[in-house]
């Protein structure tokens, strides 16, 4: 750890980790927000942030790439976001945002009450409560459902932006602006807080750049990977399994269709190409999620729905790879001899690709604290995940991603943090918001 390191957990390290604490204790999986978000809004009162509170509207909603088209089918009641701002010095220069979400994916499987907070099991259980902090016994990992991704983070820009707050007041930095730390609803279902943030401003003033404190290893990531979201309806015709030969069974039929959809993958691998994913062996990957048929083991199934998942390159729109999809799968019907019984029906959440160039001014103040702080690996990444990032850059705000925790243990039973990172977080998004307001 670094003396500038140091400063930052000597002053606020208790404390964060007393908040860390807190924010995964609430079971905020998607719809359930308002009580954690009380509570963040409580906890930036207390710390001296002017806040606001803001619930998306689906209607603002409706028609954004990322939504569905009916304002019905978006999920906005009761599901606060949460902004806290503070002024430093005259609060006429640069303003920067510091953002994260509060809203965590279910943790499913329940505990077997073996406290092993080594990280995700072999058995896919959760080895302690995922919605009590856990620690190691050394006291240098927190385990808990939002350790990783994306709670840590959250804590992480409040006590950056209220150290360098503290260091602008006792004149320690000149500085003239303004740092926004936002705890946003609904990133897992499309980032329904952030949009709406990024659409229309819920608090006063404009944003030049943002930071998003996803689980990044402390890299500095500036290109985020797309997803197209899609179900497929594979219809054939019933039999008694004792004269199967009298029925067209759509689990055979989907076999076929996985093929196609095993070698398009292939295929954009090959020739789809971006230089910051290069280090990915399957950089736009085409997972199949869910698969369901059948209504009896001894009858040939009609019936088949699967959905899938594809990666959309930066550069490249959902509706680009979407038409790509339907194309390939049309062919591959036709070409079978059962055009009519294959249908392919987006879904209503979608993530849209981003990126911004590596020169951006936050994305060199991010590369300059991390030097600063001791750390390597400055050079910008592109990643295979989506984030809030994309909303902001659609909106003329350069954001970057840099954050505590890897991405490797979001969604796992026993996620986990190093906390020695969570601290160099908050420490090094501090200088760098000094940096980029300087």
Partial sequence: MTDLSAGFTERYGEDLRAFVE???????????????QSFVRGHLDALGFETDEWEADPERLAGHPSFPDTPAEIATAGRPSVAGVLELGSGEGRTLLLNGHVDVVPASDASDGDADTDGPSADGAWHSDPFTPTWSE???RLTARGAADMKSGVAACVYAARYLADRVEAGEVDLDGRIVVECVAGEEEGGIGAA????????????DAAIVAEPTELRPVVASEGSLMVRLDVRGRSAHAATAWRGASALDRFEVVHDALRALETERTDTVTHPLYERFPTPWPLVVG???????ASTVPARLTAELRVGVAPGETVAEVESTVRERLAATAREAGWPDALSVERLGIQFEASEIAPDEPVVESV????TEHGLAGTDPLGVTYGADARHYIDAGVPTVL?????IDQAHFPNETVEWAEVLTAGATLATAAERYLS
């Fill in 22 to 36: 807190r924010l995964v204790s609430f079971e905020s999986t998607p719809g359930a927000e308002a009580g954690v």
């Fill in 196 to 207: 709406a943030s990024a659409l229309d401003a819920p608090y006063p003033g404009e944003r």
């Fill in 367 to 370: 590369q300059a604290s991390m």
């Fill in 402 to 406: 840099f954050g505590p925790g890897t």
């Fill in 138 to 140: 050394d006291g240098g």
């Fill in 290 to 296: 869910t698969v369901e048929a059948g209504e009896w």
